[in-house]
């Protein structure tokens, strides 16, 4: 009945009863049945019955090398600040062995690091601690993580062994200021960008990392408040961007300090420059001021006078800030370049200020932009009178008819002159030029009103003495350089019908004696009587005034010659004696009468008539003086133009003459060669002299001639007729 009692739950051992012997009945662990123990020892109890025993039996497990160093961990961190000095130690975990004795861990070794080593301390054969140290400092800017491996031996046959990873992280520390990509950077932007435009992107790094890492941007202390109200800078991007209104004109150029901050307990800053160019665009016209400006412009003004000087100038710069200036219309004005931006307008043509007294002149600058931008200015100028115009009268020549007997002072005529000039210059005086009528000065016989030209009569007028004169009237004008014209005037002194037809003392108060025997159309007498007055009303027509009493008269009277002529046979019946009444009436309005007496005596036939010298007279001039002189005048022509053809003829002939002399010369022509030239002229002439009617007429031909070379020259004249 032996049976073995366990302390322990499990039963380990079982007694063979047959012979005693104790085996093991399951494995056993010693690491698991004495942990942590040096020496294990399981307690038996044997019991036997009958008698009952109860015996002790301790058995001892030894170890044996069957568990391998274990770490608690297959991965270990360690966060060691970059900071440490060399030498500084960092403890670790030592590997576990349930092992005992020389089964244990009783070496460490850490796989090959340029930064770390191993270090441990033995007691009592055994590794109670275990420290990483720094073997120099670290950087975690070259190198941010160590990977590292321990590993663990024991002491057992065959050795056993654990490992372990130790990777170690390099703890940053805010060693590295942020660092921009270039100190200085350049760009640009266009002065017309709108609002929140991207002018430049900044990247600063930073080789540190977390917060020690991240970067803000800034401006800098030293950017002026014009640069920060123009631009905005993005803290976080670094990006720079339009913010306000840039304008070339005042700033063309910005330097904008830029600082990039770490958030590291001791912050760090790093900083660079950055120039940002503003390019000009064509946004401003150019701007014109006129500095001098001359008016008005007087009209003699020579070309190339200077009237206006103008200054142009345009904020933007280049191409956009050069000006051309030019005259949008056509105009006698010229614009030139005179010094930089300035321009002088001269008289590039005849200005007239009777034409055109004002003129508005368009200037237009424009710059080479693109697109171009111009702006422009009108001028205008006034045109200056200068006394450039003489007064001009409508015509040179005029005409004013007066009727005689005119009572004195009348207003005969208005003189009117214009002068396109203004003021001074237009304002005319008319005068008379000095001359003599008949040794007479004309002012006594007309005057005119300086200041509106009317002509006044100064004297009664008779057409008898006067019948016509001309009179120059002068227009001045009041320039400082008078100028004037004149105007000629004809003065014809109209007839009235004044005067009454008067009888010649020859053809008045006659008496003739006729014979009786006469036949009708007999010329008795002729009577004529003359008239002061001209034209109509000195035109006389005769008739014979009827008398009570005197019967059927013989004799009748030519109305327009005068001529008392035998219009029937006298009879016994006629009277001896005829007193003829003769009335000379002109054809005026009203008319005029003259009268005288004819007395005609009738004598028989046969008888002597004795004539006395009254009628020797009237027959002697019955062609009147008028005539008389007519006569001559043709007769005196007609003796000069004769001659004149006279010595044509013999011209012409002596010249022809020598031109066949000259011919025979050249060419020896011999003598008996025949030649005949022909030269004939017939040409007639006719000389008339009109007044109311044709008076005579003169028909004169010239003869035709014959010429025959060797001979003398030979005329006919074929006649000449003189017809009156």
């Known amino acids: 009945m032996l049976h073995i009692v366990s302390r322990d739950e499990k039963e380990y051992f079982q007694v063979n009863l047959q012979n005693g012997i104790l085996f093991v009945k399951e494995t056993i662990n ?16 044997v019991i036997v019955d009958k008698p009952v025993q109860m015996h002790s039996v301790d058995v001892e497990i030894e170890d044996i090398n069957d568990n391998s160093p274990v770490f608690s961990s297959s991965v270990n961190n360690l966060l060691i600040s970059e900071m440490k000095p060399a030498g500084s130690r960092f403890p670790l975990m030592v590997a576990a062995d349930p092992d005992l004795g020389t089964n244990s861990i009783i070496n460490y070794e850490l796989s090959a690091s340029d930064f770390f080593t191993l270090d441990f301390q033995k007691y009592i054969n055994q590794i109670k601690s275990l420290e990483l140290v720094l073997k120099k400092n670290l950087d975690r800017e070259k190198q941010s993580v160590h990977n590292l491996t321990l590993t663990a031996y024991d002491g057992g046959k065959p050795r056993l062994s654990g490992t372990t990873h130790i990777i170690v992280t390099v703890e940053d520390f805010n060693d590295n200021a942020p660092v921009f990509d270039q100190p200085f950077y350049q760009c640009s932007v266009t002065e017309n960008a709108v609002e929140g435009t991207l002018v430049f992107k900044l990247n600063a790094t930073d080789l540190d990392e977390g917060r020690n890492g991240e970067i803000i941007y800034e401006f800098s202390n030293m950017v002026s408040q014009e640069t920060k109200e123009a631009f905005t800078f993005d803290k976080y991007t670094g990006e720079i961007r339009v913010k306000g209104k840039l304008d070339f004109e005042i700033v063309d150029m910005y330097e904008i300090q830029v600082e990039a901050i770490d958030h590291g307990d001791l912050q760090l800053v790093g900083h660079c420059k950055v120039l940002v160019s503003v390019v000009d665009v064509n946004d401003n016209p150019p701007e014109m001021m006129v500095t001098s400006l001359s008016v008005p412009v007087p009209e003699n003004s020579p070309q190339g006078t200077t009237v206006a000087i103008i200054s142009v100038h345009d904020k933007d710069s280049g191409s956009n800030g050069k000006v051309h200036c030019f005259i949008s219309d056509p105009s006698p004005f010229k614009i030139n370049p005179a010094f930089r931006s300035d321009f002088s307008l001269t008289v590039n043509g005849p200005l007239d200020r009777e034409m055109k007294d004002e003129y508005e002149v368009i200037i237009v600058a424009r710059d080479e932009g693109s697109p171009s931008l111009f702006t422009s200015k009108t001028l205008k100028f006034d045109i200056s009178d200068v006394n450039d115009n003489a007064p001009r009268f409508i015509q040179a020549v005029d005409t004013v008819f007066i009727k005689e007997n005119n009572p004195p002072g009348t207003h005969i005529y208005t003189a009117s002159a214009s002068d396109p000039d203004i003021g001074q210059n237009s304002f005319i005086t008319y005068s008379i030029k000095e001359q003599t009528i008949n040794g007479i000065p004309i002012s006594s016989y007309i005057s005119i009103n300086p200041e509106n030209g009317k002509v006044f009569a100064l004297v009664s007028f008779d057409h008898e003495q006067i019948a016509h004169f001309q009179c120059l009237i002068k227009a001045t004008d009041a320039g400082l350089q008078a100028l004037s014209s004149n105007l000629t005037l004809n003065i014809f002194i109209e007839d009235i019908n004044d005067n009454a037809p008067t009888f010649t003392p020859l053809h008045s108060a006659l008496t003739i004696k006729t014979s009786k025997s006469e036949e009708p ?25 009827e008398s009570a009493g005197s019967g059927r008269s013989p004799f009748t009277i030519a109305h327009e010659t005068g001529e008392i002529t035998l219009k029937r046979p006298f009879s016994d019946s006629d009277s001896d004696e005829y007193r003829l009444h003769v009335v000379a009436q002109d054809h005026g309005e009203p008319f005029m009468t003259a009268e005288t007496q004819i007395v005609v005596s009738v004598v028989e036939s046969g008888e ?76 007639q002439y006719r000389i008339s002299s009109n007044s109311v009617r044709p008076k005579s007429d003169l028909i004169v031909f010239t003869p035709n001639t014959s010429q025959t070379p060797g001979n003398e020259e030979e005329i006919h004249p074929q006649g000449a007729f003189l017809n009156s």
């Open 30 to 45: 010693r690491e698991v049945l004495c942990p942590n123990t040096p020496f294990c020892i399981i307690p038996l109890q």
């Open 521 to 545: 159309g007999h010329l008795i007498t002729k009577v004529k009587a003359v008239d002061l007055d001209s034209g109509y009303n000195a035109w006389t027509f005769y008739k014979l005034k």
């Open 608 to 683: 002597e008539l004795k004539f006395d010298n009254q009628e020797t007279k009237v027959t002697g001039i019955d062609f009147p003086d008028e005539n008389i002189y007519l006569v001559v005048a043709i007769c005196i022509i007609s003796t000069i133009f004769l001659i004149t053809l006279i010595v044509f003829a013999v011209l012409r002939w002596q010249k022809y003459r020598d031109e066949v002399n000259e011919l025979k010369e050249n060419y020896k022509i011999c003598s008996n060669t025949g030649g005949s030239w022909m030269y004939s002229q017939h040409t």
